[in-house]
Nanobody, 123 residues
Framework: QVQLVESGGGLVQAGGSLRLSCAAS????????MGWFRQAPGKEREFVAA????????YYLDSVKGRFTISRDNAKNTVYLQMNSLKPEDTAVYYC????????????????WGQGTQVTVSS
């Protein structure tokens, strides 16, 4: 598996921006599809965004489309989540995750998870 460490979380006012980073170490970064998830207080963890192994395929939660952008720099073994126009409802712990490609396309299990980084958006 791959080890993941998130950074970049913090406190921001509504309408502001943050960029989360996820540094990976271990096996080849290019072997992994990368994703971001979040969990707000009292709610279940939800999918936020994902990016393919080499790009440019990306996927987003409907409520963040047009505001969030996922990207990756394979040379730096890092995936990013640029978050603009933040809303209080975006407040959550954000987790970076990695998964290997599987031939059964409906198998969306993630193999590795980071510890999470707190994002708090004040109103």
């Amino acid at each position: 598996q791959v080890q993941l460490v998130e950074s970049g979380g913090g406190l921001v006012q509504a309408g502001g921006s943050l960029r989360l980073s996820c540094a990976a170490s271990g096996r080849s970064f290019t072997s992994y599809i990368m994703g971001w998830f979040r969990q707000a207080p009292g709610k279940e963890r939800e999918f936020v965004a994902a990016i393919g192994r080499g790009g440019p395929n990306t996927y987003y939660l409907d409520s963040v489309k047009g505001r969030f952008t996922i990207s990756r720099d394979n040379a730096k073994n890092t995936v990013y989540l640029q978050m603009n126009s933040l809303k209080p409802e975006d407040t959550a712990v954000y987790y970076c995750a990695a998964r290997l490609f599987r031939p059964i396309l409906s198998d969306l299990r993630y193999d590795s998870w980071g510890q999470g980084t707190q994002v708090t958006v004040s109103s």
